[in-house]
């Protein structure tokens, strides 16, 4: 009994200690804010107009087509600064006409959700994190990035030493300067269609774009699943969402004209069945550096055969392949048909097959996309 107790013990002080480093990581790189007069006067210590910026990459994408997993994926890099949906506590602010209020002391009411998401992916990009709206902070999801979660760390830790608005005011600037540090910022992005982003690329001569598609089928049942469709609004639902990934190939081919080899087409089902290869691909083309320590992760989290039962937003599969497929055994045949007709100009383009049989559809065998025709027509758009 004794044993036992003390196991729990030094269990209990191991986890203290932990904890304690990863504290002290975030405050030994917190710089000093001045306060004049009981209010702070923010005074940044690195000039972000005068800095490298880092490289932003945006993984664009939309609502359960892989993105948490390819984003988990990318920020194993040393030098990434991950952002896990920097616009989703925006966007909701946006609908209720809500202005939006900055660190740095300015306020602004956007008529469109796509000015406020460039801001914001402009802000991210350049570190100018005071000029990002004040609810960025309350966002749970900063959890998801191994760095953007220091903040969190920071505030717990000096939330016993200063006053609030101090501690908010010096966690941000603690998380600037990691930003400033990184070689490359990736921002996974569900909200905005591509097109929104050609802006971005002007401004930002070193801006990269992983346009990540999945088998609509795949991320129809899966939205379906969590409730974002309904069985009534699934035609509608369908149809709204096949057309807006049809006018994002079409954007992404122009601007893969215009900016080769800076526009990437990348499917979660390559990604999910040979996770090693493909990941290796992913980071050439950012340019990322691809080490041994990020393929022992992706191994880890997609082919070690362990089961994590961690949440609906977990990347850890014990088998990525099956998983990837594991959608075919849940959809009915009806559902099928309305979904392929909704999408025949998305699977013209990415070479998607239609399902004509109940065989088809459950023989995993069967594989459901072939080497996309290049239409090179715009007859759908």
């Known amino acids: ?20 480093s990863y504290l002290n990581y975030a405050v030994s790189i917190i710089t000093d804010q001045s306060s004049k007069k009981g209010s702070i006067r923010l005074k940044e210590l690195t000039d972000t107009d005068n800095h490298v910026h880092p490289a932003p990459i945006v993984i ?28 989703r506590l925006a966007q909701f602010r946006l609908r209720k006409k809500q202005p939006y209020y900055n660190l740095d002391g300015n306020e602004r009411l956007y008529s469109s959700f796509f000015d406020a998401g460039r801001d914001i992916i402009r802000n991210w990009t350049t570190c100018s994190l005071f000029g990002l709206p004040n609810i960025t902070w309350s966002d749970g999801f900063l959890s998801k990035s191994k760095k953007a979660k220091l903040y969190n760390a920071c505030k717990l830790f000096k939330s016993n030493l200063l006053p609030e608005n101090e501690t908010i005011y010096s966690c941000v600037n603690m998380l600037k300067q990691v930003c400033l540090q990184a070689n ?51 035609v509608t639902n369908v149809i709204d969402f096949c057309s807006r990934i049809y006018r994002d190939l079409v954007t992404i081919d122009i601007l893969s004209k215009k900016y080769p080899e800076r526009v990437l087409t990348f499917f979660y089902e390559d990604l999910a069945k040979d996770p090693l290869k493909m990941s290796k691909q992913l980071y050439k083309f950012t340019g990322i550096s691809y080490t041994p320590e990020v393929e022992k992760y992706v191994f880890k989290i997609t082919m070690a055969g362990k089961y994590v039962n961690c949440g609906s937003l977990c990347t850890v599969k014990s088998n990525s392949s099956k998983a990837a497929d594991a959608w075919r055994s849940k959809l009915n045949m009806p559902k099928a048909r309305i979904i392929d007709r909704s999408c025949r100009p998305v699977y013209q383009r990415l070479g998607f097959r239609e399902i004509k049989s109940e065989e088809m559809l459950k023989n995993h065998e069967i594989p459901l996309r072939v080497e996309r025709e290049n239409l090179n027509d715009y007859r759908y758009a």
């Open 1 to 20: 009994m004794k044993g036992s107790h003390s196991v729990v013990v030094l269990g209990m002080i191991a986890c203290i200690l932990v904890f304690k």
């Open 184 to 234: 490359y910022v990736v921002l996974k992005i569900i909200r905005l269609p591509v097109d929104t982003l050609e802006q971005l690329m002007l401004e930002f001569p070193r801006m990269k774009i992983v346009h990540l598609v999945r088998d609509p089928r795949a991320t129809v049942l899966s939205q379906m699943k969590f409730g974002l469709i309904t069985k009534k609004s699934l």
């Open 60 to 87: 664009l994408t939309y609502m359960r087509s892989g993105s948490s997993l390819v984003g988990d994926i990318l920020q194993q890099g040393k030098d990434v600064f991950y952002l896990f949906e920097p616009l």
